[in-house]
């Protein structure tokens, strides 16, 4: 055996073709990569989304289909209805399970968008809007159900004034310009990525033959201000 021997060098091409075989594996492993981070970003992200749409379910399924004629006397004296339905902000009462320590089967509640979060505020105790400026020892609980809400927008169904039979829904429900609760109520919350979604729920407390009933002749619905429509695309009634 010649110990001389002087050890084999590699020659340009096997350099060449090494190079490229670690290229074309660190390309591939980049790509699985990057395919596993994207598919994880989309899995985070369709599990906020349920989340989220879970959350806004909760709150039309429990609470708006709950909602209930409330009434609280103002500074006269005078019962008045507990509600206050804008364009783009809801008060109401509603009825809730009670067990525990819980103060009462009544909650009121408050729906509106802060910023970029569409949010739930609670309170165990009568929130009346005439009454909003001297309850501030009265803090509400706060829930955010979405954020990267652009605008919630709500519709309240009333009987309508034209046609017989029909149903109307309004921009505003205002409490001074009704003496009962709307029939039902939609809501549209629109994302700032572009996606719209509606819900629309039968309220419990509406119903003429109902036990709260007591609509009829004590509806004074007609001046309250908003354009006609039906409830339209991506809405679920119940």
Request: aromatic letters at 8%; hydrophobic letters at 35%; a negative charge.
């Amino acid at each position: 055996m010649n110990r001389n021997r002087a050890p084999r060098r590699f020659t340009l091409i096997e350099l060449v073709v090494a190079v490229a075989l670690l290229v074309v594996v660190a390309a591939i492993t980049a790509m699985s990569g990057a395919s596993f981070y994207n598919g994880y970003r989309r899995s985070l992200r369709a599990t906020d989304r349920l989340k989220e749409s879970m959350a806004i379910d909760n709150l039309m399924d429990s609470l708006v289909r709950n909602m209930i004629p409330f009434r609280w006397p103002d500074d006269d004296g005078t019962d008045r209805l507990v509600f206050n339905g804008d364009e783009h902000e809801m008060l109401f009462t509603t009825l809730r399970r009670t067990y525990g320590d819980r103060p009462g089967a009544l909650i009121f509640i408050r729906v509106k968008v802060e910023e970029d979060e569409l949010v739930a505020e609670y309170s165990p105790y009568p929130r009346p809007p005439w009454l909003e400026e001297h309850d501030d020892n009265l803090p509400w609980t706060r829930e955010v159900l979405a954020s990267g809400v652009r605008q919630v927008t709500f519709a309240y169904a009333e009987n309508s004034t034209e046609h017989e039979g029909a149903v109307e829904f309004l921009e505003t429900y205002l409490e001074e310009e009704n003496s009962s609760l709307p029939l039902a109520v939609k809501m549209t919350v629109e994302w700032q990525d572009g996606r719209t979604e509606q819900w629309l729920r039968r309220v419990a407390g509406s119903g003429a033959n109902s036990s709260f009933g007591m609509r009829g002749s004590a509806t004074t619905s007609g001046t309250a201000s908003g354009s006609t429509g039906t409830a339209n695309g991506g809405g679920t009634v119940r």
